[in-house]
């Protein structure tokens, strides 16, 4: 560790003055810190950010983001459509890529305890 050159101002210590290498491996550090701490506050949300490995497997395998969430959660169809007040045959419909309109994706995403956003094809957003 280097020792930093201290200057005084009547008497008392003042300032700390550091090579400029030294600076700069201070502020990678501090840069370092900063992105552990945006990880942590990441990981202390995980469970409204994360999308589960099943659900986005199936979602790049083809399926449509309404029926991944569907059966990771083990819902059926009707079951699902009830929830949601949504008829049996508009939500086959959603499962298989109809576009589904604002209040439909709200009502399935509180029945599916997931954000709206999360039942929007990945490609169209």
């Not at 101002?9 to 701490?37: H, N, T």
């Not at 169809?77 to 949601?84: G, Q, R, T, V, Y």
Request: charge should be negative.
């Amino acid at each position: 560790m280097i020792k930093p050159q201290i200057i005084e101002k009547d008497g008392k210590p003042e300032y700390a003055v550091i090579p400029v290498a030294e600076s700069r491996r201070i502020e990678a550090m501090l840069d370092e810190l900063e992105d552990i701490r945006a990880f942590d506050a990441a990981l202390a949300r995980q469970d409204r950010c994360l999308i589960p490995f099943e659900v986005t497997s199936a979602i790049l395998d083809g399926a449509r983001p309404i029926r991944a969430w569907r059966e990771h959660r083990g819902i059926s169809l009707n079951a699902l459509a009830d929830a949601a007040g949504i008829e049996s045959s508009r939500l086959a419909q959603l499962d298989v890529g109809a576009k589904a309109a604002a209040d439909e994706l709200q009502r399935l995403a509180q029945a599916l305890q997931v954000q709206a956003d999360d039942l929007t094809d990945p490609s169209t957003r």
